[in-house]
C-alpha cells in the first residue's frame, strides 16, 4: 500500500466531505456553508485537532514544517464553516489546550471512535495523519511511537495496519537519508530563490509554492488524483530545499 508521506492535507478534505457531523449529528452540506456555534470537541474536526495536540506535545517540540502543516490544517478545516474566522480561532485555542496534558487521550479517542465506529478506512486514514506529523521532522522519538500506538489502539486500529504505516514511513525517510542530497544551488533553484535574496525573501517564496503546490488547490481546482500526488512531491521537495537553505544560513 502507498502512503503520501511528509504532507497528506488533502487528507483534510476527504475527512470533511465524509460525513463530517455536527454535535447534533448533522451532515455538513459542503454547498452551503454552516454557521458552527457547538462544542468542538464533540466533532470530528476538534478531536482531530485534539490528537494533533497530543503528538506535537509527545517531542517538545514543533519544527517549521509541522508549523506549516497544523497553519493549513487550522484554515482548510475553517474554510468550510460560514464562521471560519471564529472557527479557525476556537481551533487554536483548543490545540493549544490539549497540548498541556495527555490526561484526556483516551477520552478523545473514544469519542472519535463512537463517530467513526463504522468506517475503519477513516480512522487509518485519520492515524496516517498523525503518523505523518510524528515523522515529519524526520525523528520519531519512543514518545511519539508510543502516544501513537496508544491512539491507534484506542482507534481499534489492527496491530498490523499501524505497524505497516509506521515501517512505510520509516523506509520513505530512510531511503531519502540515503539518496543525493540537493545541492546549496539547486535548493536555490527549487525555491524560485536566489542565494542575494535576504531570509524574508526566501520565506515569501517559499510559502508561494507551498501554497501554489497545495493538494488542497489543487482538488478544489478538480484535478486529477495524479496531478495531485506530482504536486504532493513536488511539495517535498520544496520543504527539502528550503531546509537545506535554512541549514547553510544558520535560520
Not at 502507498?2 to 463530517?20: D, E, G, H, R, S
Not at 493549544?96 to 478506512?121: A, G, H, P, V
Not at 512505510?168 to 535574496?197: C, H, K, P, R, V
Not at 512531491?233 to 547553510?248: D, G, M, R, S
Amino acid at each position: 500500500m502507498n502512503y503520501i508521506v511528509l504532507i497528506i492535507i488533502v487528507f483534510i478534505l476527504y475527512l470533511i466531505a465524509k460525513n463530517y457531523k455536527t454535535e447534533k449529528f448533522q451532515n455538513i452540506n459542503l454547498q452551503v456553508k454552516e454557521n458552527f456555534d457547538g462544542d468542538l470537541m464533540h466533532h470530528e474536526a476538534g478531536l482531530l485537532i485534539a490528537l494533533m495536540a497530543k503528538v506535537a506535545k509527545a517531542d517538545g517540540k514543533v519544527c517549521e514544517l509541522e508549523a506549516e502543516l497544523l497553519k493549513h490544517t487550522f484554515n482548510d478545516i475553517s474554510s468550510h464553516f460560514e464562521n471560519n474566522e471564529e472557527v479557525r480561532e476556537k481551533l487554536k485555542v483548543l490545540y493549544k489546550k490539549e497540548k498541556e496534558s495527555f490526561d484526556n487521550t483516551l477520552e478523545i479517542c473514544q469519542r472519535l471512535y463512537s463517530l467513526t465506529k463504522f468506517d475503519y478506512s477513516k480512522r487509518v486514514k485519520i492515524m496516517e495523519y498523525l503518523l505523518n506529523l510524528g515523522f515529519i521532522d524526520k525523528e520519531f522519538s519512543n514518545t511519539e511511537r508510543m502516544i501513537t500506538e496508544d491512539i491507534a489502539n484506542a482507534l481499534k486500529i489492527k496491530s498490523n495496519d499501524f505497524e505497516n504505516m509506521v515501517n512505510t514511513f520509516e523506509a520513505f525517510y530512510s531511503n531519502q537519508a540515503s539518496s543525493n542530497a540537493l545541492t546549496l544551488e539547486n535548493a536555490y533553484d527549487i525555491l524560485e530563490s536566489n542565494s542575494g535574496d535576504d531570509d524574508d525573501v526566501l520565506k515569501k517564496n517559499y510559502r508561494k509554492l507551498v501554497k501554489k503546490y497545495h493538494p488542497d488547490i489543487m482538488s478544489g481546482r478538480g484535478e486529477s488524483q495524479n496531478i495531485i500526488d506530482e504536486a504532493t512531491k513536488k511539495l517535498q521537495e520544496i520543504n527539502e530545499a528550503y531546509e537545506i537553505v535554512k541549514k547553510n544560513r544558520g535560520i
